[in-house]
Nanobody
Framework: QVQLVESGGGLVQAGGSLRLSCAAS????????MAWFRQAPGKEREFVAGIRWMRGSTYYADSYYADSMKGRFTISRDNAKNTVTLQMNSLKPEDTAIYYC??????????????????WGQGTQVTVSS
């Protein structure tokens, strides 16, 4: 089973950028769907972005986002290094939350429900000041 460790959180001013990384252990990393979720105090955990490794005529990454993150956040994965990265730009105070990396088995659809993910990192705090 894969294990996940996040890094890269911190304090940033509104409009700034942060880059989160998730290091995964495990030999079959490229078969997992990887995602980022976040949870603000008093709120439910919400989907941020996900990425699947797809096989068509060639291999490619299928990335998908929550509507409020589109155009500001970019998720990417490096299967050779077993890492997933979330680049966050134009950060807003409402982006303040604990950000979690998550993994689950490959699926034929884009998984966005936290209950569909069975492996989680410990979380990293992101704080955006106004």
């Amino acid at each position: 089973q894969v294990q996940l460790v996040e890094s890269g959180g911190g304090l940033v001013q509104a409009g700034g950028s942060l880059r989160l990384s998730c290091a995964a252990s495990g030999r079959t990393f490229n078969s997992y769907v990887m995602a980022w979720f976040r949870q603000a105090p008093g709120k439910e955990r919400e989907f941020v972005a996900g990425i699947r490794w797809m096989r068509g005529s060639t291999y490619y990454a299928d990335s998908y986002y929550a509507d409020s993150m589109k155009g500001r956040f970019t998720i990417s994965r490096d299967n050779a290094k077993n890492t997933v990265t979330l680049q966050m730009n134009s950060l807003k105070p409402e982006d303040t939350a604990i950000y979690y990396c998550a993994a689950t088995g490959w699926g034929s659809y884009r998984k966005t429900d936290p209950h569909e993910y069975d492996t989680w990192g410990q979380g990293t705090q992101v704080t955006v000041s106004s």
